[in-house]
């Protein structure tokens, strides 16, 4: 099996066409990063959402929680009633 290329510099000229090879190279990983980030920095948004969504639910549910406790009389001691 014999080498492609004799010397990097061979590799990297593509033998004259290099202009045109390492442009469709870029061109296809340059998007490929891009929709890497752009899911990592959706990720993150959407877990920071839940997370806002979840804190906000368990918020509400402490405030009805308090309201029904406040609502409902407090047990009075028995000493207490007959005074």
């Known amino acids: 099996m014999s080498v492609a290329f004799n010397s990097w510099q061979a590799f990297f000229a593509m033998g004259g066409y ?37 804190s906000r639910e368990r918020r509400i549910r402490q405030s ?8 409902t009389p407090q047990s009075v001691n028995p000493r207490e009633k007959s005074l």
């Open 18 to 54: 290099a202009f045109y090879v390492w442009l469709a190279v870029a061109a296809t990983l340059l998007p490929l990063l891009a929709l890497l980030f752009h899911t990592l920095w959706q990720r993150k948004q959407l877990l920071a959402e839940v997370s806002r969504q979840e």
């Open 64 to 71: 009805q929680k308090s309201k029904q406790q406040a609502a």
